[in-house]
């Protein structure tokens, strides 16, 4: 029963504001998980709730598998009952009168199927998420996470088109949010349907997701794998939010439509990928995840693979976490925090570094730094 999930055009403006949703158009592939990723009250929600049913957009189409379920140029909007699209939400909602079973079993009671397929669905909903021990068991008397895995039962047993989750995971700590977004993506991938899944956390976007949407103030700024996400960034915002701290102010030497060098700090030349062609003397923020970032001894060789560049620098910091150290080195009049993997932090604050920064993990953008979180 899954189906292709198409969005186009979704515009959603409430009286007197920016408009909540601005223009955006995506297509989720039949199976495929698409995160849609992004900051409160980005649009990512509203967006969501439109493709349910909850909201009426102002314009745009969205279409689920064959059937247009919202055309606004023709005034037709499919109420939210007759899409066949389930919902879960950061709340459980779980009924506390019925048990584990019978929260599963309750959405197939108007649908009219006979008895032993009515239990069939619900032993295999249960089985799916690890819950058939538990089925006699009030659903109450279960853990946050069991919880929630119940809810995501109740939702695939009637075998709808499309999932949606809504933050799923926002209520519950984090050391359990971490054990069940892995749990999550099996689940909806042992389903096959096709799924859209709402998150202000990138670990969990990543963890979950097939491909990923970023978005701010309304509009869709990227849509791709997390590794083209997390390596091909096209705007400073996606860069910052996930995670690319090291925002250096530079100025554009010389470039093309892959590569520029960069003016950065007290004189100090970089090479940088660029996401379009940007003219000479354009003022850039460079971005650089503190991770893809390397040090050495001052006196050391060059890493052996790819294209790097080095610059002469000072560990003012280190940061030591047990399983990683991070460091804050200064060179040129600049400021770079760098991470270390292992146990044993290699350098001390006051030491001589070479620091590396890889060509294909260095990337300039025409824009001012945006001040995103990072979640």
């Given at each position: 029963m899954t189906a292709e999930l198409a969005?186009?055009?979704?515009?959603?403006?409430?009286l007197g504001a920016r408009p909540a949703v601005d223009d955006v158009s995506f297509v989720a592939q039949a199976g495929e998980v698409v995160a849609l990723l992004g900051p409160s009250g980005c649009g990512k929600t509203t967006t969501m709730r439109s493709v349910a049913g909850l909201e009426t957009p102002t314009g745009g189409q969205i279409r689920i598998g064959d059937d247009v379920v919202c055309d606004s140029s023709r005034g037709f909007f499919l109420k939210p009952q007759r899409r066949n699209v389930a919902m879960?939400?950061?709340?459980?909602?779980?009924?506390?009168?019925?048990?584990?079973?019978?929260?599963?079993?309750?959405?197939?009671?108007?649908?009219?199927?006979?008895?032993?397929?009515?239990?069939?669905?619900?032993?295999?909903?249960?089985?799916?998420?690890?819950?058939?021990?538990?089925?006699?068991?009030?659903?109450?008397?279960?853990?946050?996470?069991?919880?929630?895995?119940?809810?995501?039962?109740r939702?695939?047993?009637?075998?709808?088109?499309?999932?949606?989750?809504d933050e799923p995971l926002s209520n519950l700590d984090a050391k359990l949010r971490q054990q069940l977004r892995e749990d999550l993506r099996r689940i909806i991938k042992h389903a096959g349907v096709t799924a859209l899944y709402v998150t202000h956390d990138q670990s969990e976007a990543v963890a979950v997701g097939d491909r990923i949407g970023v978005m701010r103030e309304g509009?869709?700024?990227?849509?791709?794998?997390?590794?083209?996400?997390?390596?091909?960034?096209?705007?400073?915002f996606v860069a910052e939010f996930t995670g690319a701290s090291n925002l250096i102010a530079g100025r554009i030497l010389r470039a093309d439509a892959a590569?520029?060098?960069?003016?950065?700090?007290?004189?100090?030349?970089?090479?940088?990928?660029?996401?379009?062609?940007?003219?000479?003397g354009t003022e850039v923020t460079v971005a650089v995840r503190p991770e893809n970032l390397r040090l050495s001894r001052a006196d050391a060789q060059a890493p052996p693979a790819g294209e790097w560049n080095r610059i002469c620098a000072m560990v003012s910091?280190?940061?030591?976490?047990?399983?990683?150290?991070?460091?804050?080195?200064?060179?040129?009049?600049?400021?770079?925090?760098?991470?270390?993997?292992?146990?044993?932090?290699?350098?001390?604050?006051?030491?001589?570094?070479?620091?590396?920064?890889?060509?294909?993990?260095?990337?300039?953008?025409?824009?001012?730094?945006?001040?995103?979180?990072?979640?």
């Amino acid at each position: 029963m899954t189906a292709e999930l198409a969005v186009a055009h979704l515009t959603k403006s409430f009286l007197g504001a920016r408009p909540a949703v601005d223009d955006v158009s995506f297509v989720a592939q039949a199976g495929e998980v698409v995160a849609l990723l992004g900051p409160s009250g980005c649009g990512k929600t509203t967006t969501m709730r439109s493709v349910a049913g909850l909201e009426t957009p102002t314009g745009g189409q969205i279409r689920i598998g064959d059937d247009v379920v919202c055309d606004s140029s023709r005034g037709f909007f499919l109420k939210p009952q007759r899409r066949n699209v389930a919902m879960v939400f950061q709340s459980y909602a779980v009924w506390p009168h019925m048990t584990v079973a019978e929260n599963v079993r309750y959405p197939l009671s108007h649908r009219r199927l006979p008895r032993p397929e009515v239990e069939r669905r619900v032993a295999e909903a249960l089985a799916v998420v690890k819950l058939e021990e538990y089925a006699g068991r009030s659903a109450t008397a279960l853990s946050g996470g069991q919880m929630q895995r119940v809810a995501l039962a109740r939702s695939l047993v009637y075998q709808p088109r499309l999932l949606l989750l809504d933050e799923p995971l926002s209520n519950l700590d984090a050391k359990l949010r971490q054990q069940l977004r892995e749990d999550l993506r099996r689940i909806i991938k042992h389903a096959g349907v096709t799924a859209l899944y709402v998150t202000h956390d990138q670990s969990e976007a990543v963890a979950v997701g097939d491909r990923i949407g970023v978005m701010r103030e309304g509009r869709l700024l990227q849509i791709a794998t997390p590794s083209e996400l997390y390596n091909r960034p096209a705007e400073l915002f996606v860069a910052e939010f996930t995670g690319a701290s090291n925002l250096i102010a530079g100025r554009i030497l010389r470039a093309d439509a892959a590569r520029a060098q960069v003016r950065i700090g007290s004189g100090c030349d970089l090479l940088s990928r660029v996401p379009r062609v940007l003219a000479p003397g354009t003022e850039v923020t460079v971005a650089v995840r503190p991770e893809n970032l390397r040090l050495s001894r001052a006196d050391a060789q060059a890493p052996p693979a790819g294209e790097w560049n080095r610059i002469c620098a000072m560990v003012s910091t280190a940061r030591f976490h047990g399983v990683q150290t991070g460091y804050t080195v200064e060179a040129s009049g600049t400021s770079w925090e760098a991470t270390e993997y292992g146990s044993v932090p290699q350098f001390s604050p006051g030491d001589a570094v070479s620091l590396w920064i890889p060509l294909d993990g260095c990337w300039a953008f025409a824009e001012k730094r945006s001040g995103a979180a990072a979640h």
